[in-house]
């Protein structure tokens, strides 16, 4: 008889007893029970699926400590408050600690007092974490957001071009690498990097049926503000509307409250303190007391807030998987929850002079370098503003100094930072320290490829969307369109026919106010019309846009029910019933 002894505490039971969960959600056992037999893992799952607990559970099984890799600080907080009110031994070490702090808890981690661990990237950097890593008893490392990974993902971070060289440093410990959105491509790329061995590769779909997914065509600028205030009149928040530009944020937030609408606003000029203030008000609000926030793409990594009614979108993201995060904080309870990004062709030039202003080329970072070494010991005196006006940028929202201060960091060439007067330049750099794909035109090339699908997919208005994003992520295309995108059904059909039940809670003005900044021509069709096509048969109206020389029409056949759009200036379409 085999007569191994059970290693470890049975999944299920801590299941129920740790966290106070019934049941597994899909594709979670199967993780757990490969993580628990040792073998690496790479998953890429949707925001919301429950990532966290493929490596939070085995933890509690598992002898020795789990060190969780995250990016941000304000996600290993909250996530390290929640488990410790269950009881479960974690802590985090990083800059936002004390140094006491964090020689405390790299303690407790090395003598076993603890569970699980989260680490930002740079801590491998550090002199104090340095000196215990080897005498911590790794059971698992869990890379979270790995897709931060890949120079090819959406979010690529220099910190985390790394993470493949500190596992190694960690003696290979066995490794989960999770992400919500990987390609194919980059799915390899992470396996590749962090040298995973005969992985368990878990890649799940982007179901969300309670999502509705739409692109809204904007043909003049001055149609964004009243098209979301409309939108958001019409939807019952809690509710967050992205936008690029602060700016933007801050004439919507003034036209809501113009509307009776209060919002908040968030973005990364707030203080950190104002920030955190925010989110709790937004975290705190519900469907009964709902709050709209406004904000750039700084707001969002790790709130996990289930009754997210709507995701509004005021220009095209830079990358579908970006898209495809920010979408996917609405509606994770499972009730129908809205989705829409306004389509401005114009935002694209936008997004692509953001793209530059992410990438700066190596003679760029070695220009960063010798603007430092130059100024010698007053290094420590100087700030932000002091490099980028020596380095003539004139663009408040050009970040590549930043960028480039990253990077000096990571291969070593400079450290300390500003923001603590602390900043060294290590004179032993050379330039050819440099990775070699930093700067290279093929990761721009790839950033601007990213942008052009989304722009693709938005414009792909005869198929369905959640085909079109299958199709893009490398997993199953499903056989049939959706019924809840833009392609298969129009956006006042779905918040009719699935938020109509909920209260509206502000109440509709007159409609010259809902187009405070111009009087709409009056449409001669609408959604829901019954129309004759030329002297052929009847077709619905689905959705109309544009105006005047630019409208279209989509309609649906009533005997075929084939969708098509089509320029109502072109083929006569006669209104039968209204
Ligand atoms: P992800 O990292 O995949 O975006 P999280 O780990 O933050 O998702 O989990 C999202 C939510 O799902 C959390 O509130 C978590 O408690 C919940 N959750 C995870 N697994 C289960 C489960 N088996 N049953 C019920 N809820 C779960
Ligand atoms: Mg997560």
């Known amino acids: 008889m085999d007569s191994q002894p059970a290693p470890h505490k049975d999944p299920l039971t801590v299941l129920k007893s740790s966290f106070g969960l019934t049941s597994f959600r899909p594709h979670q056992a199967e993780v757990i029970d490969a993580v628990l037999s040792g073998r690496d893992v790479l998953v890429t799952m949707p925001t919301g699926a429950g990532k966290s607990l493929l490596y939070q559970l085995p933890a509690l099984c598992l002898d020795g400590l789990v060190l969780v890799i995250s990016p941000l600080i304000a996600l290993m907080k909250d996530q390290v408050d929640a488990l410790q009110k269950r009881g479960i031994r974690a802590a985090y070490v990083n800059s936002s600690v004390s140094s006491k702090k964090r020689r405390q808890r790299l303690e407790a981690a090395v003598s076993g007092d603890l569970d699980l661990l989260f680490i ?73 990097a962090l040298d995973l061995v005969n992985p368990l590769v878990v890649r799940t779909g982007i179901e969300r049926e309670n999502l509705f997914l739409g692109f809204e065509k904007i043909f003049l600028a001055e ?50 303190e104002e920030r955190r203030a925010m989110q709790e008000r937004f975290m705190a609000s519900s469907e009964e007391n709902p709050t709209i926030i406004l904000a750039t793409n700084a707001f969002g990594m790790g709130v996990d807030k289930a009754d997210i009614r709507f995701v509004l979108h005021a220009q095209v993201p830079r990358t579908i998987e970006a898209w495809t995060q920010e979408v996917g904080r609405a509606g994770r309870d499972g009730k129908p929850s809205f989705c829409e990004t306004l389509f ?75 923001e603590r007067h602390d900043l060294r330049v290590n004179p032993a750099f050379m330039p050819s320290d440099l990775p070699v794909f930093v700067g290279s035109t093929e990761k721009l090339d790839g950033d601007l490829r990213g942008l052009l699908k989304l722009a693709m997919l938005a414009n792909s208005e ?117």
């Open 120 to 192: 930002t990237p740079e801590r491998f950097r550090s002199p104090s974490f340095m000196a215990v890593e080897s005498r911590l008893h790794i059971a698992l490392l869990a890379v979270d957001e790995a897709h931060c990974i890949s120079q090819w993902g959406h979010d690529f971070r220099p910190d985390y071009s790394r993470v493949g060289l500190y596992r190694k440093r960690l003696g290979n410990p066995p490794t989960m690498a999770l992400t919500a959105t990987a390609t194919e491509r980059v799915a390899n790329d992470i396996s590749t």
């Open 223 to 272: 149609e964004k503000l009243p098209h979301l205030a409309k939108r958001i009149q019409s939807l019952q928040g809690p509710g967050i509307v992205y936008s690029t530009l602060i700016r933007d944020l801050e004439e919507l937030h003034d036209e809501l409250a113009r509307l009776g609408i209060p919002s908040l606003v968030y973005h990364g000029k707030l203080s950190p």
């Open 344 to 418: 401005f062709p114009e935002d694209l030039a936008l997004q692509q002079e953001f793209i530059r202003w992410a990438n700066p080329d190596r003679e760029f970072v070695f220009s960063v370098w010798s603007v430092l070494e130059s100024w010698g010991e007053r290094v420590a005196t100087k700030d932000m503003d002091d490099l980028t006006s020596e380095l003539l940028l004139k663009n408040r929202r050009d970040n590549r100094a930043g960028i480039s201060l990253r990077w000096l960091e990571v291969i070593g060439a400079i450290e300390g930072s500003f």
């Open 462 to 578: 005869e198929r369905c969307l959640r085909a079109g994003m299958a199709e893009h992520f490398d997993l199953e295309v499903p056989d049939l369109p959706c019924g809840t995108c833009s392609s298969c059904l129009g956006a006042d059909t779905w918040i009719r026919r699935e938020m109509s039940a909920s209260k509206i809670i502000h109440a509709l003005p007159p409609p010259s106010s809902m187009h405070p900044l111009k009087d709409p021509a009056p449409a001669p069709f609408r959604r829901g019309n019954w129309v004759r096509i030329g002297q052929h048969g009847l077709a619905r109206v689905l959705k109309v846009e544009g105006e005047g020389r630019r409208t279209r029409v989509t309609i649906e056949d009533s005997a075929s029910l084939k969708r098509r759009t089509i320029d109502p200036n072109r083929i006569k379409l006669r209104v039968i019933e209204n």
